[in-house]
Each structure stands twice: as structure tokens, then as C-alpha cells.
């Protein structure tokens, strides 16, 4: 199980950055040696954008992941299921909250970024674009999807822009306590009948093609802006192969099998072969053409408008509206 060390603390704000306001050559010297930037530090809009799109991404993944796991609550097979799943989609919706939060600063209003998303106009990862169809779904999701995640979350925690990095330490911490909560849902169902097992095998068989295009097609290191102002400190590749390296003992150990008869450890060249993922599938699914995007939208959208009363009454708009 991937989690975080226990001296990863959050830090206190920087002080003032050792570039001055308009120096884009100081700034991107600063982040590229590793300095973090503060939300109200001076910052070049390319470096900005960058970052609104990313967390923006993140927030949306976040509201949307909730939504395979929402449809089993009331059929969760009994109470201790029931509140545990209640409470990871909790955690799931305060991550959102916080990470719209960090992305307000960058000069989004939280308004236009849920209206962007139910329109349709930014992205939510692959995963969540998929139907659940059983109870092992859930633990498949909560175990697998949630540690290919936290793999990627975790190589946030450093990221260059300081707030960012910061919330990732909390969503870290609770996203570990979600793996171990889908790895009891799996080992439970293994441990259970020759039906149970064959369930957890059926949805692995689903869900490991969009778990290994999760972190995105290869990409040039030296192209890649993110990761060369420090956003992010790994690449996609490398993120696959940490995740791999990681939970392909893990699944095995349980009895189950890896639908990919290409997949190896490669002691030469010291990486997993594997077979090369649906690139064009995850451009489709991330873009709207999922088998759920329409229906995880359409509930977004029409929960979104049954609750603009409450808006309308916190804002002070209630007389308005009426």
C-alpha cells in the first residue's frame, strides 16, 4: 500500500521569492531549481494557467470520483460497508472543495469552473467515466484506482506552486486510509466464495485497461512544462511504472490474474513491458465519450439545479430568486 511518511509535514508559507515582479527568466529559474511560489507572489500567466488547468482537473476528478462509488451506498451489503463508503465519498467532495479553493486564488471563480465542467468544457480523469456493476467494483475502485492516484498525489507534494503542494499532504493522508479500506472490500471477496472471487477477477478484467491509461500516454521529458516548472515531479511513464511496481505483486499475491499476457518485468531494461494501452480510447473517454460521461454529467447537472436555492439563500440572493 503506497502512503506517506510520517515526518512529510506541511510547511510554513516561504518568505519573499528571490526574483522580482516581471522577471519571467528569474521565475522560471527559481522553479526550476526547485523554489515554490505563494498564490500572492508575482507569476508569468503561462506558469499560471498551467497550474489553474491542472488543479482544475484535479477538482473536477475529485466531484465527479464520487459518483461510481455513490451508486452502491444504499446497496452496500451491510452497515460497516455502508458508513465506510459514506465516509470516503465524503473525503472525496471535501478534496474537491479544497482543491477548487487552491485554484480560486489562480483567478477562476469556483462558479465558472463547476459551470465549465457540467458544460462539459474541462476534463475529469478516464476512470470516472466508467459504470460500476458490482460490489467488487468498489473495492477494485477504492484499492487500484485510488493507489494509481496516490501515486501521482504524492509526487504533487512537492510541487512548485507552495499551495498546491501543501493540500496534497492532507488529501494524501486520507486518500491512503481509502486504499486500505479497498483492499479489506477485495480481500474479503477472495477470502469469500468461488461467485465473490470470480467477481473481483470480472472487474479487475474491466477496469485494468482505463487503471493503465490513467496517467496518460508517454511524453518527452524535455517538452514537458509541467514537469519542467516543477507542477509535477514525475512524468506519466514513470508514474505507470512506480504503480505497477508496487500492485502487480500485490494482485498476484491475492490469486488474481492480470488480464495483460504481455505484462513482465523487464530485468534488462529495468522496467515493466506491458501492452501498450488504447491511447485513442482515453482521448475519447476524457473529452466526453465515456460510457457514463453523459449520465455523471447529467446527474451534476440536474443535482446542480434542484440545490440553487440553498446558493441563492447563503449568497443572500434568496429574495431574487423568488
Known sequence: MATVEQTDTIQPLNGRPPYA????DGFFAHVGSGGKVEADAWMPDEYRAAVLKFVEMHANSELM???PERDWIMRAPNLRRKLAL???????VGHAQLLYRVAEDLGKPRAQM?????EGKTKFH?????????WADIGIIAWLVDAAAIVSQQALRDSSYAPYARTMR????EESVH???GRDVVLTLMNGTDAQRAMVQEALDRWWGPLMQMHGPPTDPARDKDLHWGIKAKNNEQLRQEFLSIYVPRIRELGLQIPDVALHYDEAEGRWQYTEPDWAELKSVVTGHGPASQERLGFRRDHYADTQWVRDALLG???AAA
Open 21 to 24: 515582479p516581471g522577471d519571467a
Open 65 to 67: 470520483g464520487v459518483l
Open 86 to 92: 459514506t465516509s470516503k465519498i465524503q473525503d472525496e
Open 114 to 118: 463547476l459551470a465549465d465542467l457540467l
Open 126 to 134: 478516464n476512470v470516472f467515466h466508467y459504470p460500476t456493476r458490482s
Open 170 to 173: 492532507k488529501i494524501c493522508w
Open 179 to 181: 486504499i486500505m479500506h
Open 317 to 319: 440572493n434568496a429574495t
